[in-house]
């Protein structure tokens, strides 16, 4: 009977020790118990509309502008010499040509990391009426002008098309441009007659025929069978869907060529060199 009351007592002392020890009690649910037991807290009294610091209501703040884009050219950013830099690129596969019965192999440039625009006293430059132009159509149309081959390297010009003709390009001394309207992809024509237009309405041009009047090219030494228009100045092409097909003309759209004939500032006619096409653009 002793020895009963022995164990009980024991039994009765743990667990009294279990209650007031949460540190020697093995279940975390029991610990955590007692411990909320034990907490105090205190409530927080304000005044109301009482605060500790003054915080202004949020406003959007409009993106910065960067300073090309404050200028636009019939809701597009205006064209420039920078849009006429070669396509060429290192990435490009080499393919194979037959010239001279020879079968040659044509690799690309390294575009333009590789080598520069023509130069003009010792600057990059583009004949600026190419420039004129295709932002005037820009502006006329406000649509956006697709420039699809301006400068091409003389390793470039081979690689887009190998064929005779082309080897005298203008692309390679920066007075040509080929290029198509987007959304008027369909209808070149128009293109041609708003740059006829720019001839036409320009101040600097007025009462000059030679610039304002265009006569269509009746030779049959072109590679398109659309008559070419031309004055003083620049001669004005239109490729068909089934025409001028190159590497850089590889979309399925109609297009325009622009070369220059004539040079106002210099008061000479614009010609193709061999100096001027190999060695006129800086090479790195």
């Not at 068909?240 to 004539?262: A, L």
């Amino acid at each position: 009977m002793i020895h009963k009351v022995s164990k009980l007592l024991i039994l009765i002392v743990f667990a009294l020790m279990a209650n007031f020890c949460p540190g020697c009690s093995s279940s975390d649910e029991n610990n955590n118990h007692s411990r909320m037991r034990h907490q105090k807290g205190e409530y927080i009294y304000r005044k109301q509309g009482e605060t500790q610091f003054a915080v202004d209501s949020p406003e959007k703040i409009p993106n910065k502008v960067y300073p090309w884009d404050k200028m636009s050219v019939g809701n597009h950013p205006p064209i420039t010499k920078e849009y006429f830099r070669c396509k060429g690129s290192s990435l490009n596969p080499c393919h194979s040509v037959l010239k001279n019965n020879e079968l040659q192999h044509c690799y690309d440039c390294g575009g333009i990391e590789k080598h520069s625009l023509p130069l003009c006293n010792g600057k990059e430059h583009i004949y600026p009426i190419l420039i004129d132009l295709l932002n005037h159509i820009q502006a006329t149309t406000s649509k956006r002008v697709v420039i699809t081959c301006g400068h091409r390297c003389t390793e470039h010009n081979t690689y887009a098309d190998p064929s005779t003709q082309n080897q005298y390009s203008k692309h390679m001394i920066g007075a040509e441009v080929s290029f198509y309207v987007q959304g008027m992809e369909e209808h070149p024509e128009i293109i041609v007659k708003y740059i006829q237009d720019f001839y036409r309405d320009k101040l600097s041009y007025q009462g000059k025929k030679e610039y304002t009047e265009f006569r269509r090219y009746e030779k049959d030494d072109t590679n398109v069978s659309t008559q070419p228009w031309y004055n003083k100045e620049v001669f004005v092409k239109l490729f068909n869907k089934n025409e001028g097909r190159n590497f850089d003309n590889r979309h399925p759209y109609p297009y325009i060529s622009i070369q220059v004939r004539y040079d106002r500032d210099l008061g000479q006619n614009v010609n193709y060199s061999w100096d001027k096409a190999y060695r006129n653009y800086l090479r790195w």
